[in-house]
């Protein structure tokens, strides 16, 4: 296997300009969006004191997103999507806007901080699964994942960076001025967003009910459809039964004596595993089989969390835990191309909405249950129980959806768009959708 079909594949950022502008647009954005949660944790905490206050910061983040994201997945597919992302965008660029204002001119109370924060997340609820929908529009059929994997790339380099700048930010310029940074970074969001071409739902296809039965149209399709409702259950049996995060700090403390330096080691170690397994990328994202991709990298997962719930040695424990990102980024990617690759165009918002509830609440309620099995029993026992059920429920997700594991990466095929390298066509024998109109 030659070098290039190893490593992250840059081909959609050399073929796609709009992809290329849009991913660099949603890469700034992204380190700002990290910047921004540090600098919003340190203002509630030096204005309260209080971890219940600081707490309250994710909860503001994820009430709307599950609140709202089967509803906004249901208005993308009624709507011209790109429109709705540059207004959903534009929102959260003045919602960092004023939380920069209030930074430098007089700090608002916790509860105002925290209603900012929630009407930015209402913006993010709507943005999100309409940003979901891009890559399928965007690129061909063979160039899909590795758009998938650009963006997961990109996603993970904010996430080991971002914090440590806003860090570094607060610090240095005050709160006023990391949010003012964030604000402008979305100029690059937008910039991105305004290179897009049309993207309304598919003309050929009936046009999202509004509201409930556009919402029960979207669920109906989900559990009728094995592929993509198995890949949504495994993404549950890896967040729910497995999540880690919450047993980092007693882990910490058992294995590391508590030392705060040590803390961040942890997720740090899951991000170098992500980061690595896409710079390698190439070696997955070309498979014809992602669903089998996404099965053995889901059980891979909970092996690896099995392994370093057992561990005795802390640096052994860490190297599982960079071994257990790598499998998660490629459950990711792999769990994206299934999903892309087996949705209608028409429905794309409302599934890209219910992969976003998913991969929101998923993990919170893997904390609340490894948290609860180690205040009963110890953090090993909720480590390897977790990672043995999720071994056990992606196995059995595998043995009931025959079409999982075999069925190739496109049902139908695709082609790149002969008109417009910015598109793709999403059936071989029909013309392009912007010519249809």
């Given at each position: 296997m030659?070098?290039?079909?190893v490593?992250l594949d840059?081909?959609?950022?050399?073929?796609s300009?709009?992809?290329?502008?849009l991913?660099?647009?949603?890469?700034?954005?992204?380190?700002?969006?990290?910047?921004t949660?540090?600098?919003?944790?340190?203002?509630?905490w030096?204005?309260?004191?209080s971890t219940?206050?600081?707490?309250?910061v994710?909860l503001?983040?994820?009430?709307?997103l599950v609140?709202?994201?089967l509803f906004a997945?249901?208005?993308?597919?009624?709507?011209?999507r790109r429109?709705?992302?540059?207004?959903?965008?534009a929102?959260?660029?003045v919602?960092?806007?004023?939380?920069?204002?209030?930074?430098?001119?007089g700090?608002?109370?916790?509860?105002?901080?925290?209603?900012?924060?929630?009407l930015q997340s209402?913006?993010v609820?709507?943005?999100?699964?309409a940003?979901?929908?891009?890559?399928?529009?965007l690129l061909?059929?063979?160039q899909?994942?590795?758009g998938?994997?650009?963006?997961?790339?990109?996603f993970?380099a904010a996430?080991?960076?971002?914090?440590a700048?806003?860090?570094?930010?607060?610090?240095?310029v005050?709160v006023?001025?990391?949010?003012?940074?964030?604000?402008v970074t979305?100029?690059?969001?937008?910039?991105?967003?305004f290179?897009l071409p049309p993207m309304?739902?598919?003309?050929?296809?009936e046009?999202?009910?509004?509201?409930l039965r556009?919402?029960?149209?979207g669920l109906?399709?989900?559990?009728r459809t094995?592929?993509v409702r198995g890949?949504?259950?495994t993404?549950?049996?890896?967040?729910?039964?497995?999540?880690?995060i919450?047993?980092?700090?007693l882990v910490?403390?058992e294995?590391?004596d508590?030392d705060?330096r040590t803390l961040?080691?942890f997720?740090a170690a899951?991000?170098?595993?992500?980061v690595a397994?896409?710079?390698?990328s190439?070696?997955?994202t070309?498979s014809p089989?992602p669903g089998l991709?996404?099965?053995?990298?889901?059980?891979?997962?909970?092996?690896?969390?099995i392994?370093?719930g057992?561990?005795?040695?802390?640096?052994?424990?860490l190297?599982?835990?960079?071994?257990?990102?790598a499998?998660?980024?490629?459950?990711?990617v792999a769990?994206?191309?299934?999903v892309?690759?087996h949705?209608?165009?028409?429905?794309l918002?409302?599934?890209?909405?219910?992969e976003?509830?998913?991969?929101r609440?998923?993990p919170?309620?893997?904390?609340?249950r490894?948290?609860?099995?180690?205040?009963?029993?110890t953090?090993?026992?909720?480590?390897v129980?977790?990672?043995?059920?999720c071994?056990l429920?992606?196995?059995a997700?595998g043995?009931?959806?025959?079409?999982?594991?075999?069925?190739?990466?496109s049902?139908?095929?695709?082609r790149?768009?002969?008109?417009d390298?910015?598109?793709?066509?999403d059936?071989?024998?029909?013309?392009?959708?912007?010519l249809?109109?």
């Amino acid at each position: 296997m030659g070098l290039e079909r190893v490593l992250l594949d840059v081909t959609p950022l050399r073929s796609s300009p709009a992809f290329r502008r849009l991913w660099l647009g949603q890469t700034l954005s992204g380190f700002g969006g990290q910047m921004t949660v540090v600098a919003v944790m340190f203002q509630i905490w030096e204005t309260t004191g209080s971890t219940a206050w600081t707490g309250a910061v994710g909860l503001a983040q994820a009430v709307p997103l599950v609140g709202l994201g089967l509803f906004a997945g249901a208005l993308v597919d009624r709507v011209d999507r790109r429109r709705f992302y540059l207004w959903t965008t534009a929102g959260q660029a003045v919602c960092a806007l004023l939380l920069a204002v209030q930074g430098f001119f007089g700090q608002l109370p916790p509860a105002g901080v925290l209603g900012l924060v929630a009407l930015q997340s209402c913006f993010v609820a709507g943005g999100a699964p309409a940003s979901r929908t891009f890559v399928p529009q965007l690129l061909p059929e063979p160039q899909r994942a590795a758009g998938l994997a650009l963006r997961r790339i990109a996603f993970q380099a904010a996430m080991l960076a971002g914090p440590a700048l806003g860090g570094l930010l607060v610090s240095g310029v005050g709160v006023g001025g990391c949010y003012l940074i964030d604000s402008v970074t979305f100029l690059a969001a937008l910039f991105g967003a305004f290179g897009l071409p049309p993207m309304s739902p598919d003309d050929d296809a009936e046009p999202a009910r509004p509201g409930l039965r556009g919402v029960g149209d979207g669920l109906a399709f989900l559990v009728r459809t094995p592929v993509v409702r198995g890949a949504l259950l495994t993404d549950l049996a890896a967040t729910v039964l497995s999540m880690p995060i919450s047993l980092f700090p007693l882990v910490n403390a058992e294995r590391f004596d508590g030392d705060p330096r040590t803390l961040g080691l942890f997720l740090a170690a899951i991000a170098a595993g992500g980061v690595a397994a896409s710079l390698f990328s190439g070696t997955f994202t070309r498979s014809p089989r992602p669903g089998l991709i996404m099965l053995v990298a889901s059980a891979g997962w909970g092996a690896a969390l099995i392994l370093f719930g057992l561990s005795t040695e802390p640096w052994l424990g860490l190297a599982f835990l960079v071994v257990a990102g790598a499998a998660d980024t490629v459950s990711v990617v792999a769990r994206g191309t299934v999903v892309q690759a087996h949705t209608p165009p028409a429905l794309l918002g409302r599934v890209g909405a219910a992969e976003q509830i998913v991969g929101r609440a998923g993990p919170d309620l893997g904390n609340m249950r490894g948290g609860l099995v180690a205040s009963a029993t110890t953090g090993t026992t909720a480590l390897v129980s977790g990672g043995l059920l999720c071994v056990l429920a992606v196995v059995a997700v595998g043995a009931a959806t025959a079409e999982l594991r075999r069925t190739p990466a496109s049902p139908g095929g695709g082609r790149p768009c002969p008109c417009d390298q910015d598109v793709a066509c999403d059936a071989i024998d029909k013309e392009c959708a912007h010519l249809r109109t």
